[in-house]
């Protein structure tokens, strides 16, 4: 068992997992904090993604121990259903999901583009979303999403 | 009046006469000016929901004292296997182990479990455990020993061994031999195309519960009430004893039918393990080999037609590898019905290969068929000098070529015309002659689309409203991602004459008893739809007829507008709360169905895809800068989520068009990129510009509603239209999918 203590969406949090454990387990099945979802489990679709000390990571490759003593964010850290934030709200605008599996990690691979790059070119947005796969093909409202974010943002 | 009605029914372009139950739908709505809600740009109502992480999909849901489920497969294509039951039952925290061993674990007529698996991937054993553990020390003890044996993955020795999963079958009308006597050119070409595997981010899960004698199952699936018959029949239980809950999941595109393996394996080992809960959660891998995929195929056409370009025969064979049993993918559909010929000759052979079955995959067989047939067409066209789309709509006709049948309403030429119009088709030969700055080669391809998409009866709702003025919409749907509830929610507040924040729908529970059909074949919309706006019409006559009395008014002088009760003379106005008000804790319930399908006629959906493709032949990278699409689904109701459908239908066939294919290595019989990684499905980078149009006329006999579904269509022409616009572009024709830069510098070096 190992010993983990960090951050999580702005309250302490401390506990034991077993060895071997991932961020992503220890978030949905210790915490309770399903909206970090596990599509592939081996760190190639991005629905896991999750913010480490405001970088995008994928929690289900990410041994719990290595977050210790970091700031993590996940989607419900965002914000709730009902004070969504401004990027949530413009994929809600702009029905940039279907099924909605991926959009956790979809909205936070997003907010750390936005954090880094306030005012991204379309292309930019294209490639640094490429990490997160969606099979439903949201990928163009998506697009609009977070460039409508951006434009809010400035305003 | 509710009755039992013999109805033509079509699943998938399977037409049965019925009985089913089915009320009469209200007239259509009279004045499509006054519409206030439907038709007009509405966020899909779960938003919030799915973005914030507060969304609860199956994989999400734990029970107390839940137990993990490991199921064994088999890593080979063909083999014996034994097991140590047993020792693996002997394991601490061992609660269930389920295989070939035990009778009666069936799904439909198979045994789930077998002790000589035939594909790999097969499920040997099932196991219900306490904890990772207790899994590993299990399997350890399972031990399985497997003896291979021989196997065929390979199509064309399953074909040159005659190894039929079905008799072929063969459909011909008029005289193929005169019709190509008469033709003045003839084109004759293969196409194939290549497995392509569902990929639903949600793997498929289940988590099933026995409580006394009712079993409680979440299942990741496209249709809860398939789900609730098949496990009462599994169990020889009363399906009221079954209670199937699927409140979000995350997609399926045709892979999680029914209560899927996944479910039944659950329930079994639930019941097995005294009733406690247990979880089934696929990884990718098994995603990737057991759960289905879309047929690979081969098609080889013979078209002829007269210099004008009219259609005077079409010939063709089919082959399919490994269809489900019972069930031959519709490849040769569309060159029997796309377009005007009398005389088609068509055979589909369907193969047994020692892969996993395939099963449905958005358009089954049509996508597929289509992307032959279109690129035939294509061929056809340059043969005769001729441009692809006045090809197209020279054959254009109004006539089911099948049935004889005229279509309900057709305007794919409305579609050819437009989709021309938005992506420039008259600058096409100048986009493709010209040089670019990135020397990149461009040009434009087309395809159309024939897919049904009518629905029908059965399909059930009811609409309750409370003391608050506050309406519940209650459906026995389930919403895989399409935005149905959303369009419910419209319908509603449409013939309620309520402001849309004051409408909520549940969906995704069998316990509410409202049937709806399984989320397949485009028809949840068509079929749901109207019976949701036959139930709120109900619920606003008992609202006026109250409103009648409480006000002194005869119910006839009053109209609901904006949530007001408003006599036609004007001197009343009163909120509806006035009246709703009064009712307590009571409910006024309104209750609706969809009626029977129109006699004699043909219900379906057209479109035409113009996609523009920027080549590097030295490469052959191949970029699609845009696609086009023109649907005709009848009324449009939600537009924002209707778009949402057309561009990820667009998408999956962009994916299937230049880079999915599952790969079975020939020496091992097994999947070779069983992965997201090595499987390459389209990323954000891949994604064109994506441009979507509809008709938006309603179909005047297509229900009260007048629309048709959308889940399947924008699928369909995509590939073709894609292969079309590369050989403009080129001069290239690859007649495989996915279009590889191999294949294309295979081709271009011919």
């Not at chain 1, 991005?46 to 964010?73: F, H, K, N, W």
């Not at chain 1, 583009?113 to 294209?126: E, G, I, K, S």
């Not at chain 2, 004051?502 to 529970?509: I, L, N």
Request: net charge negative; with cysteine; aromatic share 4%.
């Amino acid at each position: 068992m190992s010993e983990v203590a960090f951050t999580l969406n702005g309250r302490a949090w401390s506990g034991t997992v077993p060895e071997g454990t991932t961020l992503a387990e220890l978030l949905r099945e210790d915490v309770g904090l399903t909206g970090t979802k596990i599509a592939c489990a081996e760190g190639t679709c991005g629905s896991c993604t999750v913010l480490v000390d405001g970088r995008a990571v994928l929690s289900c490759i990410l041994l719990a121990p290595q977050a210790e003593g970091c700031e993590v964010t996940t989607i419900e850290g965002l914000g709730d259903e009902g004070s969504l934030s401004s990027l949530q709200r413009a994929f809600v605008e702009e029905d940039a999901l279907q099924c909605g599996f991926c959009t956790g990690g979809q909205v936070v691979s997003a907010t750390a583009l936005l954090a880094a790059n306030p005012h991204p070119t379309r292309d930019q947005v294209r490639y640094a979303m490429s990490g997160n796969l969606c099979r439903c093909g949201a990928y163009p409202g998506i697009e609009r999403a977070v460039l409508r974010a951006a434009e809010e943002t400035s305003a | 009046m509710a009755k039992l009605q013999k109805t033509s029914v079509e699943m998938e372009g399977r037409y049965e006469d019925r009985w089913v139950l089915v009320e009469d739908e209200p007239p259509a709505w009279e004045d499509e000016r006054e519409l206030s809600v439907a038709g007009t740009r509405v966020a899909r109502l779960t938003g919030p929901r799915r973005v914030s992480g507060a969304a609860r999909y199956v994989s999400d849901v734990t029970l107390p004292a839940m137990l993990q489920a490991v199921v064994v497969r088999s890593p080979h294509a063909h083999a014996t296997v034994e097991l140590d039951i047993d020792a693996a039952r002997a394991v601490p925290g061992v609660h269930a182990v389920l295989s070939a061993a035990d009778g009666g674990v069936t799904q439909g007529e198979n045994p789930i479990f077998t002790s000589e698996p035939a594909f790999a991937g097969a499920p040997v054993a099932a196991l219900a455990c306490e904890d990772d553990v207790s899994a590993r020390a299990a399997l350890a003890a399972l031990a399985p020993r497997y003896a291979q044996l021989g196997f065929v993955v390979d199509p064309a020795r399953a074909l040159a061994e005659q190894r039929f999963q079905e008799d072929p079958v063969e459909d011909e009308s008029g005289d193929v031999e005169a019709g190509m006597a008469a033709a003045d050119a003839i084109v004759e070409a293969e196409y194939s195309t290549s497995a392509q595997v569902q990929h639903a981010l949600e793997p498929h899960c289940a988590v099933a519960q026995w409580l006394g004698d009712e079993l409680h199952v979440h299942v990741s699936t496209q249709g809860i009430w398939d789900a609730r018959a098949q496990l009462a029949r599994a169990f020889g239980l009363d399906p009221d004893r079954v209670h199937v809950t699927c409140e979000y999941m995350g997609g399926g595109f045709g892979a999680k039918q029914g209560p899927t393996t996944e479910g039944l394996i659950a329930a079994y080992l639930s019941r097995a393990a005294a009733g406690r809960a247990v979880r089934v959660f696929n990884d990718r891998r098994s995603e990737a080999v057991a759960t289905g995929h879309r047929a690979q195929t081969q098609q080889r056409y013979r078209i002829g037609a007269t210099k004008d370009g009219a259609l005077t025969a079409i010939e063709l064979t089919s082959v399919i590898a490994n269809p489900m049993r019972g069930w031959i993918n519709p490849t040769t559909i569309p060159a029997r019905t796309l377009y005007r010929c009398a005389n088609v000759r068509a055979q589909a052979i369907p193969l047994r290969i020692d892969v996993e079955p395939s099963n449905a995959f958005r358009a089954p067989g049509i996508m597929e068929g289509t992307f032959g047939y279109e690129s035939a067409l294509d061929e056809l066209a340059a043969l005769l000098e001729m441009d692809p789309l006045d090809l197209r709509r020279a054959n254009d006709v109004d006539v089911d070529q099948v049935s004889g049948m005229p279509y309900s309403a057709k305007n794919l030429s409305a579609c050819i015309d437009r989709a021309a119009e938005l992506a420039g088709w008259a600058g096409r030969d100048a986009l493709r002659d010209r040089e670019h700055a990135d020397g990149r080669q461009r040009g434009l391809g087309a395809a159309c689309q024939i897919w049904w998409g009518g629905g029908g009866p059965p399909a059930h709702a009811l609409v309750r409203m409370g003391h608050d003025g506050l309406v519940t919409v209650v459906t026995g749907a389930q919403d895989i991602g399409t935005g149905v509830t959303t369009a419910f929610a419209m319908v509603a507040a449409e013939e309620l004459g309520l402001p849309l924040e004051r409408v909520r729908v549940e969906v995704g529970s069998t316990r509410y008893g409202v049937f709806a059909p399984v989320s397949g074949g485009s028809q949840t919309m068509p079929s749901v739809a109207p019976a949701v706006r036959s139930a709120a019409f109900d619920l606003k006559g008992k609202l006026l007829e109250l409103a009648g009395d409480v006000f002194e008014v005869s119910p006839d002088d009053l109209l609901i507008v904006d949530g007001e009760f408003v006599s036609l003379d004007g001197a009343l106005r009163e909120p509806v709360t006035e009246v709703t008000g009064k009712l307590g804790q009571a409910q006024l319930v309104g209750t609706g169905s969809r009626g029977p399908n129109p006699d004699g006629m043909r219900v379906n959906t057209f479109g035409c895809q113009v996609a523009q493709v920027a080549v590097d032949v030295a490469t052959g990278e191949i970029t699609v800068e845009r696609i086009v699409a023109v649907h005709d689904i009848g009324r449009v109701i939600s537009p924002l989520q209707a778009r949402s459908q057309v561009e990820g239908g667009v998408l999956q066939g962009l994916g299937f068009a230049l880079m999915e294919q599952r790969i079975v290595d020939p020496t091992t019989g097994t999947v070779v990129n069983a992965n997201l990684e090595d499987y390459k499905l389209p990323t954000h980078a891949d994604c064109p510009e994506i441009v979507v149009d509809f008709i938006d006329k309603p179909d005047p006999n297509a229900s009260s509603l007048g629309l048709k579904g959308l889940g399947e269509p924008p699928i369909v022409p995509t590939a073709p239209a894609i292969a079309n616009a590369v050989f403009h572009a080129t001069g290239v024709r690859v007649r495989s999918s996915p279009i590889t830069r191999r294949r294309f510098l295979e081709e271009r070096a011919r």
